[in-house]
């Protein structure tokens, strides 16, 4: 005979499965992950707007202020990992090392007062993009990352 204390028992082991399956989840974040992929195209953006070949000319007030724009999305991204990194600080570590590229790109175009050669740019944008490549990498190496 089922007793209410075997179906307590039931539903309490039930629910230790099923809460104890948490302890076994990857830390994985689908924001986390759509962060690096918008920073990413903010970044290569920079350089297929201000390298020679563009449709732009130099304008150092348009370089500063999609700069200045780019680095609150970065922030909002740091932000956002440091609020989801627990003890590995992983998430906010790659944000921080993409942000300080961004900016040291965007250092260099304002200080040159020129755009970037295609050359120069081409070289760049490999680098730039396999960085991105190993956070985004990173972010899908997660256990059970879809």
């Known amino acids: 005979m089922i007793t209410k204390a075997k179906v307590v028992v039931f539903s309490m082991c039930i629910a230790l499965l099923l809460n104890g399956c948490a302890l076994f989840t990857s830390h994985y974040d689908a924001t986390?992950?759509?962060n690096f992929t918008k920073?990413?195209?903010?970044?290569?953006?920079?350089?297929?707007?201000?390298?020679?070949?563009?449709?732009?000319?130099?304008?150092?007030s348009e370089v500063r202020s999609y700069c200045d724009e780019a680095d609150l999305k970065f922030r909002e991204a740091y932000e956002f990992a440091k609020s989801k990194d627990n003890?590995?600080?992983t998430g906010q570590r790659a944000v921080k090392i993409l942000w300080d590229e961004f900016n040291d790109n965007c250092k260099l175009l304002l200080k040159k007062e020129k755009l970037f050669s295609k050359t120069f740019k081409?070289?760049?944008?490999?680098e730039i993009e396999r960085n991105y490549g190993y956070a985004i990498s990173g972010e899908l190496s997660r256990v059970s990352a879809p």
């Open 87 to 89: 003890n590995d600080k």
């Open 39 to 60: 920073l990413k195209a903010v970044h290569v953006k920079l350089l297929e707007n201000w390298s020679e070949g563009s449709q732009k000319v130099w304008n150092k």
């Open 122 to 126: 081409d070289e760049l944008l490999s």
């Open 32 to 34: 986390r992950h759509e």
